[in-house]
Protein backbone atom coordinates (compact mmCIF):
# COMPACT_ATOMS: atom_id res chain seq x y z
CA UNK A 1 0.00 0.00 0.00
CA UNK A 2 1.24 3.63 -0.86
CA UNK A 3 2.46 5.61 1.98
CA UNK A 4 0.52 8.42 1.38
CA UNK A 5 -2.93 6.48 0.81
CA UNK A 6 -2.35 5.10 4.19
CA UNK A 7 -1.63 8.66 5.95
CA UNK A 8 -4.92 9.85 4.22
CA UNK A 9 -6.78 6.61 5.24
CA UNK A 10 -6.00 6.84 9.13
CA UNK A 11 -6.99 10.40 8.28
CA UNK A 12 -3.73 12.10 9.22
CA UNK A 13 -4.72 14.81 6.83
CA UNK A 14 -5.54 15.67 3.47
CA UNK A 15 -3.85 14.11 0.37
CA UNK A 16 -2.67 17.80 -0.08
CA UNK A 17 -1.58 17.95 3.70
CA UNK A 18 -0.14 14.55 3.49
CA UNK A 19 2.00 15.58 0.75
CA UNK A 20 3.48 18.15 2.52
CA UNK A 21 4.41 16.20 5.54
CA UNK A 22 6.10 13.88 3.58
CA UNK A 23 7.98 16.62 1.81
CA UNK A 24 8.77 17.96 4.97
CA UNK A 25 10.41 14.96 6.43
CA UNK A 26 7.92 14.67 9.15
CA UNK A 27 7.29 10.70 8.17
CA UNK A 28 9.66 7.12 8.87
CA UNK A 29 8.82 3.97 8.44
CA UNK A 30 11.15 1.41 10.11
CA UNK A 31 13.69 4.45 11.60
CA UNK A 32 13.78 5.82 7.89
CA UNK A 33 12.43 8.53 6.23
CA UNK A 34 9.36 8.53 3.59
CA UNK A 35 11.19 10.25 0.45
CA UNK A 36 8.19 9.66 -1.44
CA UNK A 37 4.31 9.36 -1.40
CA UNK A 38 4.28 6.52 -3.55
CA UNK A 39 6.72 4.26 -1.10
CA UNK A 40 5.02 1.22 -0.44
CA UNK A 41 4.29 0.46 3.19
CA UNK A 42 2.52 -2.85 5.05
CA UNK A 43 0.08 -1.84 7.48
CA UNK A 44 0.35 -4.66 9.81
CA UNK A 45 4.09 -5.69 9.48
CA UNK A 46 6.03 -1.28 9.51
CA UNK A 47 6.14 1.16 11.80
CA UNK A 48 5.30 4.29 10.86
CA UNK A 49 5.79 7.52 12.55
CA UNK A 50 4.63 10.93 12.21
CA UNK A 51 7.12 12.94 14.47
CA UNK A 52 8.03 10.21 16.62
CA UNK A 53 4.04 9.54 17.04
CA UNK A 54 3.19 5.85 15.92
CA UNK A 55 0.97 5.78 13.11
CA UNK A 56 -1.50 2.74 14.23
CA UNK A 57 -3.58 0.79 11.31
CA UNK A 58 -6.95 1.04 11.52
CA UNK A 59 -9.62 -1.20 9.33
CA UNK A 60 -12.77 0.09 10.63
CA UNK A 61 -14.34 3.67 11.16
CA UNK A 62 -17.50 4.20 13.31
CA UNK A 63 -19.60 7.06 13.80
CA UNK A 64 -22.50 8.78 14.63
CA UNK A 65 -24.36 11.36 12.72
CA UNK A 66 -27.86 13.64 13.60
CA UNK A 67 -28.58 13.72 10.06
CA UNK A 68 -30.25 16.76 9.34
CA UNK A 69 -33.57 17.45 7.67
CA UNK A 70 -32.71 17.57 4.16
CA UNK A 71 -29.86 15.58 3.53
CA UNK A 72 -30.90 11.75 2.13
CA UNK A 73 -29.43 8.71 3.49
CA UNK A 74 -26.81 7.49 0.41
CA UNK A 75 -23.34 7.40 -0.51
CA UNK A 76 -23.55 9.65 -3.81
CA UNK A 77 -26.72 11.29 -5.08
CA UNK A 78 -26.10 13.81 -8.19
CA UNK A 79 -29.44 15.95 -7.00
CA UNK A 80 -29.44 16.42 -3.52
CA UNK A 81 -26.87 16.33 -0.34
CA UNK A 82 -26.33 13.13 0.91
CA UNK A 83 -25.43 12.21 4.76
CA UNK A 84 -21.58 11.83 3.73
CA UNK A 85 -21.76 15.38 2.25
CA UNK A 86 -21.80 16.16 5.53
CA UNK A 87 -18.49 14.58 6.56
CA UNK A 88 -15.32 17.23 6.15
CA UNK A 89 -12.11 15.93 3.81
CA UNK A 90 -10.24 14.39 6.39
CA UNK A 91 -12.54 12.18 7.81
CA UNK A 92 -14.29 11.16 4.45
CA UNK A 93 -13.67 7.66 2.89
CA UNK A 94 -15.15 6.05 -0.04
CA UNK A 95 -15.68 3.06 2.14
CA UNK A 96 -17.91 4.48 4.40
CA UNK A 97 -21.95 4.27 4.27
CA UNK A 98 -24.76 4.45 6.65
CA UNK A 99 -26.55 1.68 8.38
CA UNK A 100 -30.09 1.48 7.47
CA UNK A 101 -31.67 4.66 6.42
CA UNK A 102 -33.86 7.46 7.43
CA UNK A 103 -36.23 9.42 5.47
CA UNK A 104 -35.23 12.96 4.12
CA UNK A 105 -38.00 14.81 6.55
CA UNK A 106 -36.87 12.76 8.97
CA UNK A 107 -33.51 14.23 11.97
CA UNK A 108 -31.28 12.21 14.49
CA UNK A 109 -29.29 9.16 15.36
CA UNK A 110 -27.71 7.49 12.22
CA UNK A 111 -24.27 5.47 12.15
CA UNK A 112 -21.45 5.49 9.47
CA UNK A 113 -19.01 2.76 9.30
CA UNK A 114 -17.40 0.95 6.51
CA UNK A 115 -17.88 -1.93 8.52
CA UNK A 116 -20.14 -4.17 6.41
CA UNK A 117 -20.58 -6.88 9.17
CA UNK A 118 -21.48 -4.91 12.07
CA UNK A 119 -24.35 -2.67 9.53
CA UNK A 120 -25.44 -6.50 8.44
CA UNK A 121 -25.94 -7.70 12.15
CA UNK A 122 -27.31 -4.29 13.56
CA UNK A 123 -29.74 -4.69 10.57
CA UNK A 124 -30.94 -8.50 10.59
CA UNK A 125 -34.62 -8.90 12.12
CA UNK A 126 -33.05 -11.97 14.36
CA UNK A 127 -30.98 -9.52 17.10
CA UNK A 128 -34.57 -6.88 17.03
CA UNK A 129 -32.49 -4.00 17.26
CA UNK A 130 -34.83 -1.12 18.72
CA UNK A 131 -35.09 2.10 17.32
CA UNK A 132 -36.61 4.83 19.03
CA UNK A 133 -38.59 8.13 17.71
CA UNK A 134 -39.97 11.04 18.93
CA UNK A 135 -42.70 12.39 16.67
CA UNK A 136 -44.75 15.26 16.61
CA UNK A 137 -48.41 14.59 15.46
CA UNK A 138 -51.51 16.64 14.38
CA UNK A 139 -54.22 16.94 16.67
CA UNK A 140 -54.60 15.25 20.26
CA UNK A 141 -53.36 11.43 20.63
CA UNK A 142 -54.88 9.74 23.79
CA UNK A 143 -53.53 6.98 25.82
CA UNK A 144 -55.90 4.45 24.11
CA UNK A 145 -55.26 5.16 20.87
CA UNK A 146 -51.38 4.55 21.33
CA UNK A 147 -52.17 1.98 23.27
CA UNK A 148 -53.20 -0.19 20.18
CA UNK A 149 -49.41 0.20 19.30
CA UNK A 150 -48.54 -2.59 21.61
CA UNK A 151 -50.34 -5.29 20.59
CA UNK A 152 -49.11 -4.49 16.78
CA UNK A 153 -51.27 -3.31 14.19
CA UNK A 154 -51.95 -3.49 10.58
CA UNK A 155 -51.41 -1.30 8.30
CA UNK A 156 -53.85 0.68 5.77
CA UNK A 157 -52.20 -1.95 2.87
CA UNK A 158 -52.76 -5.15 5.10
CA UNK A 159 -48.90 -5.70 6.50
CA UNK A 160 -49.18 -6.88 9.54
CA UNK A 161 -46.37 -5.05 12.15
CA UNK A 162 -45.07 -6.46 15.51
CA UNK A 163 -45.44 -4.83 18.89
CA UNK A 164 -44.38 -1.12 19.33
CA UNK A 165 -43.82 0.24 22.40
CA UNK A 166 -45.75 4.11 22.52
CA UNK A 167 -46.22 6.66 24.89
CA UNK A 168 -47.28 10.51 25.03
CA UNK A 169 -44.51 12.76 25.80
CA UNK A 170 -47.44 16.15 25.50
CA UNK A 171 -49.99 17.99 24.41
CA UNK A 172 -49.56 21.39 22.61
CA UNK A 173 -53.17 22.41 23.24
CA UNK A 174 -52.46 26.39 22.13
CA UNK A 175 -50.60 24.02 18.13
CA UNK A 176 -52.81 21.20 18.76
CA UNK A 177 -50.43 18.71 18.08
CA UNK A 178 -49.41 15.76 20.26
CA UNK A 179 -45.43 14.85 21.11
CA UNK A 180 -44.96 10.96 20.81
CA UNK A 181 -42.42 8.92 21.57
CA UNK A 182 -42.48 5.57 19.41
CA UNK A 183 -40.30 2.67 19.86
CA UNK A 184 -40.51 -0.03 17.01
CA UNK A 185 -38.31 -3.07 16.21
CA UNK A 186 -38.57 -3.12 12.81
CA UNK A 187 -37.84 -0.81 9.95
CA UNK A 188 -40.31 -0.69 6.61
CA UNK A 189 -40.75 1.97 4.71
CA UNK A 190 -42.07 5.09 6.35
CA UNK A 191 -43.48 3.01 9.30
CA UNK A 192 -43.89 5.42 11.81
CA UNK A 193 -46.07 7.60 9.73
CA UNK A 194 -47.94 4.89 8.46
CA UNK A 195 -48.34 3.63 12.02
CA UNK A 196 -49.66 7.35 12.51
CA UNK A 197 -51.90 7.76 9.99
CA UNK A 198 -53.72 4.71 11.15
CA UNK A 199 -55.20 6.82 13.87
CA UNK A 200 -56.47 8.94 11.12
CA UNK A 201 -53.72 11.74 11.91
CA UNK A 202 -49.82 13.09 10.72
CA UNK A 203 -46.24 13.35 11.54
CA UNK A 204 -45.49 17.21 10.91
CA UNK A 205 -41.26 16.12 12.67
CA UNK A 206 -39.68 13.20 12.99
CA UNK A 207 -36.71 12.90 14.87
CA UNK A 208 -34.92 9.00 15.70
CA UNK A 209 -33.61 9.72 19.41
CA UNK A 210 -32.20 6.10 19.70
CA UNK A 211 -30.54 3.29 17.70
CA UNK A 212 -30.17 0.43 19.78
CA UNK A 213 -28.13 1.37 22.93
CA UNK A 214 -27.04 4.18 21.09
CA UNK A 215 -28.52 7.55 22.11
CA UNK A 216 -28.60 11.09 20.29
CA UNK A 217 -25.40 12.31 22.08
CA UNK A 218 -25.90 15.65 24.28
CA UNK A 219 -25.00 18.59 22.21
CA UNK A 220 -24.06 17.16 18.23
CA UNK A 221 -26.50 19.47 16.58
CA UNK A 222 -28.27 18.46 13.44
CA UNK A 223 -25.80 18.34 10.72
CA UNK A 224 -22.97 17.08 12.97
CA UNK A 225 -20.97 13.52 13.83
CA UNK A 226 -18.14 12.78 16.14
CA UNK A 227 -16.42 9.07 16.18
CA UNK A 228 -18.08 6.46 18.39
CA UNK A 229 -16.47 6.58 21.93
CA UNK A 230 -14.93 2.51 22.58
CA UNK A 231 -17.95 1.99 24.81
CA UNK A 232 -20.64 2.97 22.49
CA UNK A 233 -18.89 0.78 20.24
CA UNK A 234 -19.16 -2.34 22.44
CA UNK A 235 -22.46 -2.05 23.22
CA UNK A 236 -23.52 -1.54 19.71
CA UNK A 237 -21.67 -5.14 18.62
CA UNK A 238 -23.60 -6.34 21.93
CA UNK A 239 -27.00 -5.24 20.32
CA UNK A 240 -26.16 -6.87 16.88
CA UNK A 241 -24.77 -10.17 18.61
CA UNK A 242 -21.12 -9.83 18.10
CA UNK A 243 -18.64 -10.08 20.72
CA UNK A 244 -15.23 -9.45 18.54
CA UNK A 245 -12.27 -7.26 19.90
CA UNK A 246 -12.65 -3.41 18.98
CA UNK A 247 -10.57 -2.96 16.09
Do not use: W
Not at 41 to 53: A, I, M, S
Request: proline fraction near 3%; charge should be negative.
Amino acid sequence: MRIDKFLHAMRIGTRTQVRRLIKDGHITTNGEPVLSGKQQVNPGNDTVLLDDEPVRYQQFFYYVLNKPVGAITATVDTQAKTVLDLFNTTDYRDDLFPVGRLDKDTEGVLVITNDGALSHALLSPAHHVTKVYEAEVTGEITAEQVAVFNDGITLKDGTQLQPAKAKIVAFHEIENFTTLQIEIHEGKYHQVKRMVGTLGERVVQLRRIAFGSLTLPVGLLAGNYRALTDDELAALKQDAGQTTEIV
